[in-house]
C-alpha cells in the first residue's frame, strides 16, 4: 500500500465533489449520519488522483447538510469496503462548499491526526429551466375571413406533451382589421414553453377572432425552441401558415400568409447559488432583547437565566439560525446589539447597544464568541425597557444602505431579532421595515416565552401587504416571524427551516429586482461599518 504523500506542488485536480492524494482509493461522502451518498470509481496506484465521479446532492440554505467524505486504500484485484484500508477522512457542510465555491481540506487520520493529504471540493449548480423567453411575432398576407372587414388575427402557442396531449402556452392579443398583424412581445418561460426540451414540438395556430366567440380558423404551423432560438441575432425566422382543409380542396393552394418571429430573447433568471458562488457574502447580525420582562437572569425563572447543563430559548435560537448563516461570511465576525437596557457605565437606556460593550467594533469571532458575549454582558446590565427594534433595524439598514451604491452583489444583510413581547415602537418599526425593504436585508424575528405574539403577525408579510402608517407598502417581504414555542419541543433544526426557507427567494428578488447580476469576485474582504 502506498503511503499518501505531499507532492512538491499540490495540483489542483477538480472534480465536482473531492479529490485527495492516495493510491487506489474512492471517496465516499455522507450526507447526514447514516446515509451513504455514493463512491467514486477506483484510480489505480495514483498518489494524485482526478476522480471523474460527480455527486448529485440537493441543497438546501435553510438546514446544516453535514458531509463526511471518506478515503480507502483498495487491495488489488478487490473493490470492496470490507478488505479495503480507511486512510481517513473530511468533514464539512454542504454550505460551506457552496459559499466558496471550492473547498480544500486536510485529510484527518484515524486517531485524529492532520495528514499531508488535501481533499479539494467543489461544487457546481445543475442548471434548471428558470429562464424566460421573449418573443416577437408578426405575420404578412393572413387570409381574409370577414365579408365587411379585415381578419382579426391573434396567434395561439401549444406545448405537445409527451403523452400528446397539447397544453396552451400563450395566447397574443388580437389586432383588429389587419392582415399584415404585429403582435406585442410577450414573455414566457423556458419550462413552460417546451419543459426545457428544446426540440419539443410546439403547436402555432392563427385565428379570426368573431364577438361571439365562434373563432374562424386561419391556419397552423408547427415549431420547436430550437427553431425560435435562429432569431436570437436578429434574423427573422419565418414559418408559412397553413390550412389542411384549403391545401386539400385549392388546387394552387400555397399557404394563409406567413409568421414571422421577429426576436427570440433568453432571459437570464439567476439563481440563489448563482449570487453565493458568485461571491455574494451573507452578513449575519443578532439583536437580543434585554427588556425587564425576561426577568431577574439571576433567578431560574428568567428567560436569561444561564443554566449549567441547558441552554435557555436565546441561545437555542440564537445557534440555531447563527450555525446556517455562518457558512456563508468569509470572516467569521458576527455583529451583536443587545436593546432595552441600562448599560454601564452611566445606565441611560439603549435600544442598540453592542453586546461586547465595544461600539466601534461590535463584531464577535464566530457564533459561540456571540455567546460568549451575550453571557458575559448579563451580569453587567440592568435590564429595563421598553421595547423597541426600529432603532436596531435602523442600524443595519443604515450598513446595507452603503451596498446599494456598489451596484454589486457582494452582501446581503440577515438581522435576526430575539425578544420575549410585542414591542411598543410598532409605528416606528413598520416605517423602518418599509425602508429596508428597498435594501439588501431580511429581518428574522424570533418570539421568546410564553406571550402573546399575535399582534406581531402583522410584520409578517404573509397575511397581506405591510404599510407604513403613511401608508407606504413594503418594496418587498422581508420579514419572518415565529414563536419559539412553537419548536420548543422539535430540534434546533425546525426552527431554523421554518424562519429561513423564504431568504433564498428573499435574495434573488432583491438583486433580479436592481437589475444585478451574480458575479465572481477574486478577492473578497469585509468592510463593514458599525459605528456608536
Keep these: 500500500m502506498a503511503e499518501p504523500e505531499e507532492p512538491p506542488e ?28 455514493d463512491r467514486t470509481e477506483v484510480i489505480r496506484s495514483c498518489v494524485n488522483p482526478t476522480y471523474s465521479k460527480v455527486f448529485t446532492l440537493d441543497y438546501y440554505f435553510e438546514e446544516v447538510q453535514r458531509l463526511r467524505l471518506e478515503l480507502y486504500d483498495v487491495n488489488s484485484g478487490h473493490n470492496g469496503l470490507k478488505e479495503a484500508v480507511f486512510l481517513g477522512s473530511v468533514e464539512c457542510t454542504l454550505g460551506q462548499i457552496i459559499s466558496q465555491r471550492k473547498l480544500c481540506k486536510a485529510l484527518l487520520r484515524p486517531g485524529g491526526t492532520v495528514g499531508k493529504a488535501i481533499i479539494t471540493i467543489t461544487a457546481e449548480e445543475l442548471t434548471g429551466n428558470d429562464d424566460y423567453i421573449e418573443l416577437s411575432f408578426s405575420a404578412r398576407k393572413l387570409d ?68 361571439n366567440g365562434k373563432h374562424d380558423y386561419i391556419g397552423e404551423f408547427e415549431a420547436s425552441f430550437k427553431e425560435m432560438r435562429g432569431a436570437i441575432d ?47 457574502q451573507i452578513q449575519f447580525t443578532v439583536a437580543i432583547d434585554f427588556t425587564a420582562s425576561n ?55 439603549s435600544h442598540d447597544f453592542a453586546v461586547n460593550f465595544n461600539e466601534g467594533n461590535p463584531e464577535c469571532a464566530g457564533i459561540q464568541g456571540v455567546v460568549e458575549a451575550y453571557q458575559a454582558c448579563l451580569p453587567k446590565l440592568q435590564l429595563y425597557g421598553p421595547t423597541n427594534i426600529a432603532p436596531i433595524i435602523q442600524k443595519v439598514a443604515n450598513t446595507a444602505s452603503q451596498e446599494v451604491h456598489t451596484k454589486e452583489a457582494m452582501q446581503y444583510f440577515i438581522l435576526l431579532i430575539l425578544t420575549d413581547g410585542v414591542i411598543t415602537d410598532m409605528a416606528d418599526t413598520r416605517e423602518a421595515i418599509v425602508q429596508a425593504s428597498h435594501l439588501p436585508m431580511s429581518v428574522i424575528i424570533v418570539g421568546i416565552g410564553s406571550a402573546d405574539f399575535s399582534d406581531m ?76
Excluded at 499540490?10 to 451518498?37: F, H, N
Excluded at 396567434?155 to 383588429?176: F, G, K, P, S, W
Excluded at 457558512?327 to 441611560?348: C, T
Excluded at 428573499?506 to 456608536?532: A, E, H, L
Design 295 to 349: 426577568g431577574d437572569p439571576r433567578n431560574s425563572c428568567s428567560l436569561h437565566y444561564i443554566h449549567p447543563f441547558q441552554p435557555n430559548e436565546y441561545l437555542k435560537a440564537l445557534v440555531a439560525v447563527g450555525e446556517i448563516c455562518q457558512d456563508y461570511d468569509s470572516d467569521k465576525m458576527f455583529p451583536a446589539f443587545g436593546f432595552g437596557a441600562q448599560i454601564p457605565p452611566d445606565y441611560k437606556v
Design 10 to 37: 499540490q495540483p489542483s485536480i477538480r472534480t465536482e465533489r473531492g479529490i485527495a492524494p492516495v493510491s487506489r482509493c474512492w471517496l465516499r461522502p455522507t450526507l447526514g449520519v447514516r446515509e451513504d451518498v
Design 144 to 211: 381574409d375571413k370577414d365579408f365587411f372587414s379585415k381578419s382579426d388575427p391573434f396567434l395561439e402557442i401549444y406545448r405537445v406533451n409527451d403523452d400528446a396531449t397539447m397544453q396552451l402556452v400563450y395566447r397574443t392579443e388580437t389586432v383588429m382589421n389587419n392582415l399584415n398583424p404585429v403582435w406585442k412581445t410577450f414573455k414566457v418561460s423556458l419550462n413552460s414553453l417546451c419543459s426545457g426540451d428544446h426540440d419539443r414540438k410546439l403547436q402555432c395556430t392563427v385565428w379570426d377572432w368573431d364577438s
Design 457 to 532: 403577525q402583522m410584520l409578517d408579510g404573509d397575511d397581506g401587504i405591510l404599510r407604513s402608517l403613511k401608508g407606504e407598502p413594503v418594496l418587498r417581504d422581508i420579514v419572518q416571524f415565529v414563536p419559539f414555542r412553537n419548536f420548543k419541543h422539535a430540534s434546533p433544526a425546525a426552527l431554523a427551516k421554518s424562519v429561513l426557507a423564504e431568504v433564498p427567494n428573499q435574495v434573488v428578488d432583491y438583486y433580479n429586482s436592481k437589475g444585478i447580476k451574480p458575479k465572481v469576485p477574486s478577492q473578497y474582504q469585509s468592510s463593514r461599518q458599525f459605528g456608536p
Design 234 to 280: 436578429g434574423r427573422q425566422v419565418q414559418w408559412p401558415c397553413m390550412n389542411s382543409k384549403y391545401k386539400t380542396k385549392k388546387k394552387n393552394y400555397k399557404n394563409s400568409g406567413i409568421v414571422i418571429l421577429n426576436q427570440c430573447k433568453i432571459i437570464k433568471m439567476h439563481s440563489f447559488l448563482d449570487y453565493i458562488m458568485g461571491g455574494c
